[in-house]
């Protein structure tokens, strides 16, 4: 465990906070994600240097070898932070069925082009079970998506009512 946790360099705190949340006690592990989380949300306003060696780290977290609860932690922290540049490690992780279902959702909060690119690319290739958590995600970013359908507007039971205004 680090001794010290120096908040002047924001790689090497995100690094130590990664090696708290890998303890196997549960208290340590949750007092590195609270710092984790602390940091991502409480940095000093204004300050656009300290907030890219942040995402910088945390993409280190993400493209490196940690467990899954880091790299969901991670990812998460990036969809408050993150732009452009964190879609393509975030994307990777679409294949990993541990973390694909997060991965979906932090693509679909990133902003930009590039994460509806991503999320488009998934949708082609992802599996079948995994495709309706994409195009749901592609629904909320607001790009029409017709298959697969949307489960919302599957009729759980036969009614008599006819829908309205759609074919």
Do not use: Y
């Not at 602390?38 to 306003?45: A, L």
């Not at 991503?118 to 017709?146: C, E, M, N, W, Y």
Request: hydrophobic share 45%; net charge neutral; proline share 7%.
């Amino acid at each position: 465990m680090p001794e010290k946790i120096s908040t002047s360099d924001p790689a090497a705190a995100v690094a130590a906070m990664a090696e708290l949340m890998r303890s196997s006690d549960a208290e340590t592990a949750r007092a590195g994600k609270r710092q984790l989380w602390e940091m991502v949300r409480h940095g000093r306003p204004g300050n656009d240097e300290q907030q890219k060696a942040v995402v910088t780290a945390l993409l280190s977290l993400i493209a490196g070898d940690q467990p899954a609860s880091v790299k969901r932690e991670a990812m998460w922290a990036v969809s408050e932070l993150g732009g452009d540049e964190c879609v393509a490690p975030v994307a990777a992780l679409l294949t990993d069925e541990v973390l694909r279902q997060d991965a979906c959702m932090v693509l679909e909060r990133l902003p930009g082009d590039k994460a509806i690119e991503a999320l488009q690319a998934a949708l082609k290739t992802a599996p079948d079970g995994f495709r309706f958590q994409v195009a749901h995600s592609l629904r909320v970013r607001g790009i029409p998506v017709d298959d697969p359908p949307c489960q919302k507007l599957k009729p759980v039971r036969q009614t008599q009512v006819k829908p309205v205004g759609r074919a």
